[in-house]
């Protein structure tokens, strides 16, 4: 059964404190790894695809790596408006209906 | 580009009556649709895969004669909630994948249900 992982939980950053989110996954075969941000009482919001191992994508703060077992998102100098919850989800290579596994998410919180 | 609306944003109805949710891409078409329901603090959960003129494929465990869906057109999917029961009340999201191109998708604003 494929599965998404997310840590931490939570995470609570100074504005201006750069850290990692991780996303490990286990899957037949990766057919895709994304990431979604959102807010409270909205739905998710695209930001990244990343098909295969090595690959990395960026938008302005963020950035996002993969490997064959894990994704970390890279948020660098972190604003208050960068707060919300960050979503991970893969779809595995055998899903005809390209079904989305999603991870439980990570509530960031960038304090002033 | 790739802009997926949801109507209505929220909802408060009776116990025992049907409520319609409908998503619609408005800049795309979209051969396949998505609902997700997502309940407080808590990841999305997929309800079923909608296939524009077939039938929608329903996830382990949901109620294919409870949520009816409807995908009549490549721009237009329908959730309906028949006889919602206080249990149903929840966030209910859709997304919609391009009929060309990657496998992204891209969600509505979410539909907030009540059932009293």
């Known amino acids: 059964e494929d599965q998404v992982t997310q840590s931490p939980e939570a995470l609570r950053l100074q504005e201006g404190e750069s850290s990692s989110l991780n996303c490990s996954y286990t899957?037949?075969?990766?057919?895709?790894l994304f990431w979604y941000r959102q807010d409270p009482g909205k739905g998710p919001e695209f930001l990244f695809t990343?098909?295969?191992a090595g690959e990395e994508k960026e938008k302005e703060r963020l950035k996002a790596t993969l490997t064959k077992k894990e994704s970390f998102l890279h948020i660098t100098a972190p604003k208050p408006e960068d707060s919300a919850t960050y979503l991970c989800a893969v779809q595995a290579l055998d899903q005809g209906a390209q079904k989305l596994v999603f991870g439980q998410g990570t509530r960031l919180t960038i304090n002033p | 580009g790739a802009v997926v609306s949801q109507h209505p944003s929220r909802v408060i109805c009776k116990s025992g009556t049907s409520v319609k949710i409908e998503c619609r891409s408005l800049?795309?078409?979209?051969?396949?649709m998505f609902w997700y329901r997502q309940f407080p603090k808590q990841s999305l959960m997929l309800m079923a895969t909608s296939n524009e003129g077939s039938k929608a494929t329903y996830e382990q465990g949901v109620e294919k004669d409870k949520f009816l869906i409807n995908h009549a057109s490549l721009t237009l999917s329908t959730l309906t909630v028949t006889s919602a029961h206080p249990e149903d009340s929840s966030f209910y999201i859709c997304?919609?994948?391009?009929?060309?191109?990657?496998?992204?998708?891209?969600f509505g604003p979410g539909t907030r249900l009540t059932v009293l």
């Open positions: 800049d795309f078409q979209a051969t396949t």
């Open positions: 997304s919609a994948k391009l009929a060309v191109g990657p496998d992204t998708q891209y």
């Open positions: 990343l098909y295969s």
């Open positions: 899957v037949s075969g990766l057919r895709g």
